[in-house]
């Protein structure tokens, strides 16, 4: 699912960014099942996917065949959505207009539209394409059964190594601008002021509003100055004040884990989101397959055909 404020930039950009193939020809040149594609429909959406995948006039063109095999993936799902009443209502399309906007103020919005000739509600009606078709990719993807404890403890079990870790700390730390602060800090913390607290108080570092909180740390992972002083400290105890190039740290160590492997019930999580994930992947190439022997595909290839030589 792409962002809706990512999905506003593209259809500005793409649009009018782009000079590919900008002869204007409303010729039938596609049809997918009952959905007949022009020219001009066909050019703009090369152009639009164009856009998304970062590349070049000349290797569109190069590429056609692939880019207009998405498009037509497009217009298959939207076959597929159709003939199963899944709409995208007003309501829905008016929810999601305002959750773009909240990125933008308005002055701004309305400008990004003005300053590429984006009529409003050419835009709109884009827009509505674009998050009904996510609307069906979705509901089509309700099919994939949920992944079972046995799927994720069978994958475990198979792939040990990847579950494998070097010896592992769980960290806090402060970090001064200057060697005199740090000092000043490690000497309220011998007299039992709480680290947290200081390190909300006085760390320079991202983590200071979670109390210098830093997780956990694998060896090997950090520069070898930090590496050193971490690995080599014993639990509960601080440090003494490290320099790097990003200033004087103070660390403690408050759990560590040794060398091993991460657990099942660790890597539950972990495991099924990457099977969920290559689920659904397999499930769209497959869904896609079966979209096209149900929906029949006419292409106009010989017009195609001179679009790269152009």
């Given amino acids: 699912m792409k962002p809706l404020s990512a999905i506003l930039l593209v259809f500005c950009f793409s649009l009018l960014g782009c000079h590919l193939f900008d002869e204007s020809n409303e010729n ?9 594609i022009t020219e001009d429909q066909l050019k703009n959406d090369v152009k ?13 063109r190069l590429g056609i065949q692939t880019l207009i095999n998405k498009v037509i993936d497009k217009y298959l799902i939207l076959e597929y959505g159709k003939e199963r009443n899944i709409t995208f209502s007003e309501d829905e399309l008016e929810s999601a207009i305002n ?6 103020p308005e002055e701004i919005f309305q400008d990004m539209l003005l300053e590429r000739y984006v009529d409003y509600k050419e835009w709109k009606t884009w827009l509505r394409q674009e998050l009904l078709i996510q609307k069906i990719i979705t509901d089509a993807l309700m099919a994939i059964p949920p992944i079972t ?33 740090a000092k000043d800090l490690l000497k309220k913390l011998a007299e039992g002021a709480d680290m947290g607290e200081l390190a909300r108080q006085f760390s ?25 002083v971490i690995f080599s400290l014993p639990l509960g105890k601080i440090s003494t004040i490290l320099e790097t190039p990003y200033g004087y740290h103070i660390f403690r160590v408050i759990s560590v884990q040794p060398e091993g492997h991460t657990s099942l019930p660790d890597s539950m999580k972990s495991i099924e989101s990457k099977l969920l994930t290559e689920k659904k992947d397999l499930f769209y ?7 096209k022997s149900q929906y029949p595909v006419v292409i106009k290839k010989e017009i195609i055909d001179q679009w790269s030589l152009e």
């Fill in 28 to 36: 039938i040149i596609i049809t997918v099942g009952q959905r007949e």
């Fill in 48 to 60: 639009r996917i164009t856009f998304e995948m970062g590349i070049t006039d000349q290797d569109a």
């Fill in 99 to 104: 959750e773009i906007k909240k990125d933008y």
């Fill in 149 to 181: 404890y046995e799927e994720i403890k069978e994958y475990y079990e198979s792939h040990q190594e990847e579950f494998k870790h070097l010896q592992k700390v769980e960290l806090m730390q402060i970090v001064t601008s200057t060697r005199e602060e």
């Fill in 204 to 228: 320079i570092a991202p983590e200071a509003e979670a109390g210098g909180y830093l997780g956990w740390v694998e060896k090997g992972a950090l520069d070898l100055a930090m590496d050193k």
């Fill in 285 to 291: 190439k497959e869904w896609l397959k079966t979209l």
